[in-house]
């Protein structure tokens, strides 16, 4: 059975605009895209990202990824990248999902399966990585994406059990990687405990003293894995996230780009403006003017 192609059916089927769609089952989303695009700006967040048509490439660091429908894509934490859509038409648009993945129902499954074991503790891998997409894991997705036809308690009760099983099926691919994020005591637990005290207080000032003392480990040790895990320093990656939130109150709210810079943390409309445009290559009012435009295309 093509399950590829059923997932393409059900998507297809929804006939969303494109660009980013929020099904009713809140970890699934999709994305779709009629031509391909200049390198954008994304932050990962924890997830399993699937291109079911297409073609798209993933800049971390240094590093410049591409992948295809074959490969699947996990962020273990909250990862910036850059995303570029290679391959896209309008006859063949550029089609994805993600779903969004728990810490606590991969820990959930970890538990229950019984294995806390970690071949290569000392080996902490950046957050990003691709594994081969084989026919079970498929099959396991295309039930979940199946489940936006079903009534909304049937979904929302066969969606954990679905997804427990996708986990299972990750955590047998990628298991070492997974239990070091997850897992306390493992240096990558402690960096990605800190990666969320940063995203969850954003707008704040990061006292990296305060921060390292919380999360159990030496200031020096904390700011040279979070760049191993993040490619970035933990100033860049707050900087990043003030911007992507700045950039998201920017199309659903109607608040000036001074408001929004004193919201997201900024203490001057300028510097703000002019990182954004740094980040972004516009304004933010002209970035604004040009996302709602794609929104509505």
Do not use: W
């Amino acid at each position: 059975m093509d399950y590829r192609d059923e997932i393409l059916k059900l998507i297809l089927k929804t006939k969303a605009n494109y660009g980013e769609i929020q099904t009713d089952i809140k970890q699934l989303s999709f994305y779709t895209a009629i031509k391909p695009t200049e390198f954008l700006n994304t932050i990962y967040e924890p997830s399993i990202c699937v291109i079911i048509q297409g073609q798209k490439a993933v800049g971390f660091g240094n590093d410049l990824y591409s992948y295809n429908p074959h490969k699947y894509l996990l962020a273990t934490t909250y990862i910036p990248a850059r995303i570029q859509i290679e391959k896209a038409s309008k006859d063949q648009p550029y089609i994805s999902l993600v779903i969004k993945l728990k810490p606590e129902s991969i820990y959930e499954v970890i538990k229950e399966v019984g294995d806390f074991k970690i071949q290569n503790k000392k080996n902490i891998k950046n957050g990003l990585c691709f594994s081969d997409l084989d026919d079970t894991l498929l099959e396991a997705i295309a039930k979940f994406v199946k489940l936006i036809e079903k009534p909304k308690n049937d979904a929302e009760f066969l969606s954990n059990l679905i997804l427990k099983e996708i986990i299972y099926l990750i955590l047998k691919q990628n298991g070492d990687l997974l239990k070091q994020y997850i897992l306390e005591g493992n240096l990558a637990n402690q960096i990605s405990r800190a990666i969320m005290a940063i995203k969850n207080s954003f707008n704040e000032n990061i006292n990296m003293k305060k921060l390292s003392k919380e999360i159990g480990i030496s200031e020096s040790l904390l700011y040279q894995n979070f760049k191993k895990i993040t490619s970035l320093s933990p100033l860049q990656f707050q900087k990043k996230i003030r911007l992507e939130e700045a950039k998201n109150l920017l199309i659903s709210t109607n608040l000036e780009a001074s408001q929004i810079a004193f919201k997201v943390g900024y203490e001057s409309p300028s510097q703000f403006s002019r990182e954004y445009a740094r980040m972004f290559g516009m304004s933010p009012k002209a970035h604004c003017n040009f996302l709602r435009d794609s929104i509505n295309l």
